[in-house]
Structure formats: C-alpha cells, structure tokens
C-alpha cells in the first residue's frame, strides 16, 4: 500500500481565498482524522470520520472550515474564506481501528501558507 | 488540558549514547503511544504501551508506562544520527482519539 496520500504538498494562497486539502486513506481503514499542526499549539485534532461518517468535529476552528468524505478513500478539508492564521501544516491519518486503540498512519502533510 | 507533556523539550545528545524523554499525562487513560516525525514529514509511530502494561521494548526502544504517577518514558539506547527527530506521546482516554503532546526535539550529532 502507498500509505495516506495527501495533496497538495505545499500550498500558497492569498487571504480571502477557497483552499481544498486532499487525503486518500489506506485501503480498508475504518478512521480518518485531520490535524493540524503549528508551533504555537503543537497537533490538534480537527475532525474524524468513521465509515466516512464525521464523528466528531469540535476540533473545528469555526465556520470557515469544513470536510468531506463522500466515500471510503477520499476525504476533503476545505477553509473558506482562508485567513493567515490558518498557516499551518494539516495532516491526514487514518487508522484501521478506533483512533485511540490503534497505529494512526500519517500522510506527509499539506504545508499551507496564506499570505 | 488533557494532553500528554513530553519533558525535555529539546536534547542534544553525541552518537552512541542514550535519551530519554518524559511523558505526564492528567486523567486515566486506556493505552499511550510514541511517535516521530523527521523535518518535514508526518508522524510515524513508534510503539504502543496499553494501561496494564508496564514496559515494552522495540528493537532500541524501549518504554515505561507508570499509570500511578501519570507518566511514560522513552528511552533510545545507542543513538544514532538518524534518530534526529521530534518525538511525541499520545494519550488515548477512551473518546476515539489521541491526544498528542507538544513534542520533544531530540538532535542526535554524530
């Protein structure tokens, strides 16, 4: 297996703009999680799905930030309206079990830049 | 907060020789994990202690789990250069998901 697949890896956008992350999870895992992670606050849990069924979604900074996951392998994160604090590098992981109980499998990250 | 700390922050250390970090956590947890991240890629994970665990090695890694004082440890014997990473613990308390420290910077200089 590839592994969690996310794209883009480097993104730059200008204030007031529509970003969309992309994540491809490991074939046959049930979880899907989104983190963010900056310097100041370290990783912090956005949302998770299972069975692509968000779970919870109190990670969620505020309105402007949404996910998807329309089927088993893709899932989406979108900002809209992106602001600069939302730079920051967003990580997707999926796990075959509950998120706790289990190995969490990392992509390599979107590196997100608003300017 | 709920989140594992990991203690040092940062360690410098030569090749060859060990390190270790600290974990604290605050409320009763279900298993606890360790994972890495090199510079600029995502977290890999390292290992898993459950909470009626007391030690577990892999391969020159090895953990504590001391469910009585909240706290783990991880030990890297023998060093190497390519253990330059962060490292982070991450607390399962039974909601069905992790929660991750703040990290431990480890440079390793050969």
């Known amino acids: 297996d590839a592994g969690v697949i996310q794209s883009p890896r480097h993104e730059v956008t200008e204030m007031g703009q529509e970003v969309t992350l992309r994540c491809k999870p490991i074939?046959?895992?049930?979880?899907l999680f989104w983190y963010r992670q900056t310097m100041m606050r370290g990783l912090e849990l956005l949302i998770y799905?299972?069975?692509?069924?968000?779970?919870?979604d109190s990670g969620m900074p505020e309105d402007r930030f949404s996910a998807k996951m329309p089927n088993a392998s893709f899932s989406t994160l979108k900002i809209q309206p992106s602001e600069p604090r939302d730079s920051a590098v967003y990580f997707c992981a999926s796990s075959l079990m509950a998120g706790g109980a289990d190995t969490q499998y990392f992509g390599p990250g979107t590196r997100l830049t608003v300017l | 907060s709920q989140q594992g700390e990991e203690d040092p922050q940062a360690l410098s250390i030569q090749e060859g020789e060990n390190a270790t970090m600290n974990c604290s956590y605050k409320?009763?947890?279900?298993?606890l994990q360790w994972y890495r991240q090199n510079s600029g890629r995502g977290l890999v994970h390292l290992i898993l202690?459950?909470?009626?665990?007391r030690e577990k090695h892999s391969g020159r890694l090895r953990v504590t789990l001391d469910t009585s004082k909240k706290s783990s440890s991880l030990l890297i014997t023998a060093s190497r250069a390519a253990d330059t990473a962060s490292y982070f613990c991450?607390?399962?308390?039974?909601?069905?998901?992790?929660?991750f420290g703040k990290g431990n910077q480890v440079v390793v200089i050969p």
């Open positions: 799905f299972n069975n692509n069924v968000p779970i919870d």
């Open positions: 991450a607390t399962d308390y039974g909601n069905n998901r992790l929660a």
């Open positions: 074939s046959g895992h049930d979880y």
């Open positions: 202690i459950r909470s009626n665990e």
């Open positions: 409320t009763s947890i279900n298993n």
